[in-house]
């Protein structure tokens, strides 16, 4: 596997269904393998939720690697540039002005998180619902908020709202600085699908975001980003099951420099709505 300029510190994180165990481990040739069928069950993440707050938007790996982890997920692009969406092995991305490009296997993420979804449970969701309904129909129907759950709903929506926020220029400001430029999209009676992860409270702290994180894509593929609202008119629920996380952290740049001890929870908050 190329590595590009960067070397790539990887932290296994095993999470057992039912008692969360801490694994770390330096990845070796022998070791972790892309594809691999014993990950097919891996969420991948790049970097931590902390470093994108303190404004490390720097590319850590290139899509064209990140592809090796998985067919499904979301993230952001070097210097913030928009919204990434990964959905049956192809790669978005949603710019600020709403619009979606082909990602470029020589792009970098300073921020993602993939997997290859493999459905476990599906459900058809009632019409009117909308996020605070969906969000609480998942915490009743998982069987423990202790492991990560892959995200996919796919169908007709009665309302959708998403932004996506303009690239930035270095020195980088903070994230809760850049996303007050963001634009915002709001889609009616669209067909698309949504794209994301709930993850476990124990990463809180500025390892990733508890709860949920999720991205929109509309069925035609010409627009979407991360999602702010949406209710439901047709569409089912597509949940992977997810009981490892793998982690790829820059070993330079912003990254050694920054601190990321201090990571405010209500901050995050306020970003992610």
Known sequence: ????????????????????LLGIAVQKSHGYTPNGSEYQETLTQVSTIGALLNGVYGGVISYGELKEYGDF??????????????????????????????VQDSMKTPFALV???????RVKLSEGMDYA???EFIDDLIPTENIFYAIKI????????????????KPYPLLIEATKEQSTFEFSNVRGTVVGFRS????????????YHLHFLTGD????????????KDAELFLDYTSRLFMILPNEGGFYQVD??????????????
């Not at 596997?1 to 969360?20: D, E, H, N, Q, S």
């Not at 997920?73 to 969406?85: H, P, Q």
């Not at 796919?154 to 220029?169: A, E, H, I, N, W």
């Not at 476990?200 to 709860?211: D, F, K, M, R």
Request: glycine letters at 12%; proline letters at 5%; hydrophobic letters at 35%.
């Open 133 to 135: 309904d969906i969000q």
């Open 73 to 102: 997920g979301l993230g952001t692009f070097e210097g913030l540039d928009g919204e990434m969406v990964a959905l049956d092995g192809n790669f978005y991305q949603i710019r600020s002005d709403g619009v979606v490009y082909e």
């Open 260 to 273: 990321l001890t201090q990571v405010k929870q209500e901050e995050l908050e306020r970003v992610e709505k």
């Open 154 to 169: 796919s169908g007709t929506f009665s309302y959708v709202k998403t932004r996506s926020v303009p690239p930035q220029t």
């Open 200 to 211: 476990p409270p124990y990463v809180s702290g500025g390892i990733n975001l508890p709860g």
């Open 1 to 20: 596997m190329k590595m590009g300029k960067w070397r790539i510190v990887a932290v296994a994180l095993a999470i057992l269904l039912t008692v969360p």
């Open 221 to 232: 593929g010409s627009s979407g980003g991360h999602l702010l609202e949406m209710e439901i």
């Open 115 to 121: 997997t290859f979804f493999n459905t476990d449970k």
